[in-house]
């Protein structure tokens, strides 16, 4: 049977010590949204002349067409490949947003408004007239799991690895989960939870959990969003700082930066030599050891390569077998990432680090790729351990599981808890 609330909850477990429950029912106002456009003089540090504390940071391997049509907040960060695309209409993000590897942002003419604290996580698309995080309820709200009431004063809206926003509002106090959609014309309202894979496209969907598309906000997801937002706004900062000691410093093959997570920056480390190749067209960041020579990488890497270990470290990869554009890894905090031989990944894959949660505890294996392993255009991997010689289905997503060697997961489905929770991608 499928337990909606497992999936996000157990995502959630690393932070949950940083919930800060308030009873209050009050609507924060937007700040002062700070005039950055992220045109030439402003990159990758908006504005150029910005404290790194402050600072917004666009990674130079951002694709940005009409800047001038962009407007950024502080402390935002766009990371590699993320695509702001302003040419229907304008792009507004508000402070202490991130923009993760290869998500996407095209508007239609009335344009797209990011709110304050919004995570558009790795491969996310927001296109049409979206407005997320702009609005919405404070609480309280009643979490499913305990029972309890509790707000969020300072609240956050997250769209999750691979979703997509098509012209929907998205209030705060939100969670578009993974591999899921929300559709044009549709509210989604504040204490609500779009389970991973489904397709809302009526208000009434949105609303209603008898219908199977949406669950209540829990205190794990404020927590989740919060842990978030942090880590990305003290990414902002560290790349900033980076650039400011060289700009070399932030393109091709090079350094994480120095963050609470990992304070001590390190480089790549590639066919047993250590690399920092600044012309580089791929982002190979931090600790990350590859066994292929980087001749080798030219010849298996396709375009717009994310693989960025600034947070969890150290990436361990073997001899690639190919992988095709727009492919991330990423990792959580305190979290390694192990991937074996003669592994091939098709377009817009994700394999993101993280232990699986174990009775509440992230406590379990933490991500592992076996040798031979196959994982087709839009799949998702996370806190998974993947047997040898396995494969998963296009647009399909692995979490919190173990799966043995030769298993095969079919295209669009969620695949969940050692297939305790199994459900279908439902777009």
């Known amino acids: 049977m499928f337990k909606p609330r497992t999936i996000f909850s157990a995502f959630t477990a690393i932070i949950l010590a940083f919930v800060l429950v308030i009873q209050v029912d009050a609507q924060p106002a937007l700040a002062t949204l700070a005039s950055c456009s992220p045109t030439a003089v ?31 907040g502080e402390k935002v960060y766009v990371a590699p490949f993320a695509r702001l695309n302003a040419t229907n209409g304008p792009i507004i993000i508000h402070d202490g947003s991130n ?11 009335a344009g797209a408004t990011i709110g304050e604290r919004v995570i558009l996580a790795h491969l996310a698309t927001v296109k049409g007239t979206a407005r997320i995080g702009l609005t919405g309820s404070t609480g309280p709200f ?48 504040s204490g609500k939870v779009v389970l991973p894979g489904k397709n809302v496209t009526s208000n009434i969907e949105a609303t209603s959990g008898s219908l199977g598309k949406v669950s209540n906000l829990t205190q794990a997801d404020v927590a989740l969003m919060q842990g978030v937002i942090a880590v990305n706004q003290s990414l902002a900062q560290g790349y900033t700082q980076l650039a400011v000691a060289n700009p070399s410093n932030v393109t091709g093959i090079n350094f994480s930066p120095s963050t609470p997570n990992n304070p001590t920056p390190s480089l790549p480390t590639i066919g047993g030599v250590t690399v920092q190749d600044p012309s580089y067209p791929n982002r190979i960041i931090g600790n990350v050891i590859l066994q292929d020579s980087l001749a080798a990488l030219n010849q298996k890497l396709g375009n717009r390569i994310s693989i960025r270990a600034d947070e969890g470290q150290p990436f361990n990869i073997g001899i690639l077998a190919g992988v095709a554009n727009d492919v991330v890894f990423h990792g959580l905090a305190t979290t390694n990432l192990t991937i074996g ?21 992230d406590s379990g294996p933490e991500t592992r790729l076996g040798n031979d392993v196959g994982l087709a255009p839009d799949v998702v991997i996370f806190r998974a351990d993947i047997g040898n010689r396995s494969a998963v289905g296009r647009k ?7 799966l043995p060697a030769r298993t095969h997961i079919r295209s669009r489905i969620i695949y969940a808890d050692n297939g305790s929770l199994i459900s279908r991608v439902e777009w």
Do not use: K, M
């Open 42 to 72: 402003n990159r990758p540090i908006c504005p150029s002349t910005a404290a790194p504390a402050s600072a917004s940071f666009i990674d130079p391997a951002a694709i940005i067409t009409n800047p001038a049509n962009i407007t950024l």
């Open 99 to 109: 923009i993760q590897d290869q998500v996407s942002i095209t508007p239609s003419v």
């Open 142 to 189: 009643t979490d499913p799991v305990s029972g309890v009431q509790f707000s969020n004063t300072q609240p956050e809206t997250f769209i999750a690895f691979n979703a997509e926003v098509d012209g929907a509002t998205i209030e705060f106090n939100t969670v578009v989960n993974f591999l899921s959609r929300v559709g044009p014309g549709v509210t989604l309202p």
């Open 341 to 361: 031989n003669g592994n091939g990944y098709g377009p817009r894959v994700l394999v993101h680090g993280g232990r699986q949660v174990v009775n509440g505890v």
């Open 396 to 402: 399909s997503g692995v979490f919190n599981s173990t």
